[in-house]
């Protein structure tokens, strides 16, 4: 309370009693709000007094860790609400004390990444490294310490994660330390989850970047072949007009000589061909002569 009253007493009036379901009630003050910068610093101080007050009955509690007014057994838990919709419980216990933070997400995605990071937190808190940290379990299932709490606090898809305070971790200034990283745990694993989801997604364009760019050029080399192709369709065809137009011409040429040739008829000169320049006939050693039947008549 000391703390809220510093804040301005012009500004803010404690209301008693509390209204009903609140610990804290208070009244502003709006025409005494002072002006410029001092006004931003009251408005700031005012929306952090729910974190002021939370912050300090969390270090009272952790102050008792060792109090021993009680008898030994396990303590109701007392649910504590520093962000909206997201509780946490604190239980009191024999040399310790236990948080336990029910983590709930909306997408399936952000439910894997959290179980991971909290299957990988317990096994690196629970190491030999970290023995001085808190000891961390993380479990699907409620755990036996919240029987008996709401069933809407205790409906959850990332499971739960337990955290276990001893007097080491709230020795000098390590109190303050300890108190701020509870309340701001919610914060940590979303901040956790979204970085996760993006350096993936980061990752996905870079790899679909690089697919498109393989791709891109793989296409690009298979025009460039198919170009050469056709290339090489239209040069065969040119070679084969020009040989074709050569033929041709050397059929037109020869024809033309056998016509002038035809004009010259030399007396005698046909016997002679057919003497000198004709091919002899040869007869084929696999050819048979069909023998003719002899129909005379036979003498005895």
Do not use: C
């Given at each position: 309370m000391e703390k809220v009253k510093a804040i301005s007493a012009d500004v803010l009036e404690i209301?008693?009693?509390?209204?009903?379901?609140?610990?804290?009630t208070l009244r502003l003050n709006f025409a005494r709000m002072p002006h410029g910068k001092e006004s931003i610093k009251t408005i700031t101080d005012i929306a952090a007094v729910q974190g002021v007050i939370l912050s300090s009955q969390l270090e009272e509690m952790l102050m008792n860790v060792n109090s021993q007014d009680v008898a030994q057994g396990m303590y109701k838990p007392i649910k504590l609400v520093y962000h909206p919709r997201e509780p946490f419980y604190v239980?009191?216990?024999?040399?310790?004390?236990?948080?336990?933070?029910?983590?709930?997400?909306?997408?399936?995605?952000?439910?894997?990444?959290?179980?991971?990071?909290?299957q990988e937190l317990m096994d690196v808190a629970n190491s030999k490294a970290c023995a001085k940290a808190p000891h961390c379990i993380w479990s699907p299932i409620p755990p036996p310490e919240l029987r008996g709490e709401a069933i809407e606090d205790l409906s959850t898809n990332g499971g739960f994660v337990s955290f276990d305070i001893?007097?080491?971790?709230?020795?000098?200034?390590?109190?303050?330390?300890?108190?701020?990283?509870?309340?701001?745990?919610?914060?940590f694993v979303k901040n956790h989850v979204k970085s996760t989801r993006g350096f993936i997604q980061r990752r996905m364009r870079t790899c679909l970047k690089s697919l498109v760019e393989v791709l891109q050029k793989t296409g690009l080399q298979d025009d460039q072949q198919i170009k050469e192709v056709k290339g090489y369709k239209r040069m065969k065809k040119l070679v084969n007009f020009s040989k074709s137009k050569i033929l041709r011409y050397r059929s037109d040429f020869t024809s033309k000589l056998k016509r002038i040739h035809s004009r010259l008829k030399?007396?005698?000169?046909?016997?002679?061909?057919?003497?000198?320049?004709?091919?002899?006939?040869?007869?084929?050693?696999?050819?048979?002569?069909?023998?003719?039947k002899d129909t005379s008549p036979q003498h005895n």
């Open positions: 209301v008693e009693p509390p209204k009903e379901g609140y610990q804290l239980i009191k216990q024999p040399q310790k004390i236990t948080a336990v933070f029910p983590m709930r997400f909306k997408e399936k995605t952000d439910v894997i990444i959290a179980t991971t990071f909290f001893t007097s080491r971790h709230i020795e000098g200034k390590r109190l303050d330390k300890t108190v701020w990283n509870l309340l701001n745990f919610y914060a030399i007396h005698g000169f046909g016997r002679f061909r057919r003497k000198w320049l004709s091919f002899p006939n040869f007869s084929s050693k696999t050819k048979y002569r069909k023998l003719e």
